[in-house]
Nanobody
Framework: VQLQASGGGLVQAGGSLRLSCATS????????MGWFRQAPGKEREFVAA????????YYTDSVKGRFTISRDNAKNTVYLQMNSLKPEDTAVYYC??????????????????WGQGTLVTVSS
């Protein structure tokens, strides 16, 4: 499966952005989807994940209540709605996929499919 992330940009603190990740080359509902990010000089970190049907979601603590992951299986797309953005959310954001039969996990090494990143910059 191929993944294409989009929607990044420059936003002021407190603002919102919605990232999208379109997929192709596979049956979208066969995959759990996740978002990760990598800030300058830091390691990649898990942000959020959603199971194949969209009923189960999982967030890292720092984004709970601000970010929402969702998916539209008819459009083969996963979204990350980011509200109340903070300068520390500045990073390159990546979408990832793993088989639907596997649990949602934070370890990036357990996600075999990755898209290219999209840069989110939050100014103070």
């Amino acid at each position: 499966v191929q993944l294409q992330a989009s929607g990044g940009g420059l936003v002021q603190a407190g603002g919102s952005l919605r990232l999208s990740c379109a997929t192709s080359g596979g049956t979208f509902s066969n995959y759990a989807m996740g978002w990760f990010r990598q800030a300058p000089g830091k390691e990649r970190e898990f942000v959020a994940a959603i199971n194949w049907g969209g009923r189960n979601t999982y967030y890292t603590d720092s984004v709970k209540g601000r970010f929402t992951i969702s998916r539209d299986n008819a459009k083969n797309t996963v979204y990350l709605q980011m509200n109340s953005l903070k300068p520390e959310d500045t990073a390159v954001y990546y979408c990832a996929a793993r088989g639907a039969g596997y649990p949602l996990v934070q370890a990036g090494s357990q996600w075999p499919y990755w898209g290219q990143g999209t840069l989110v910059t939050v100014s103070s």
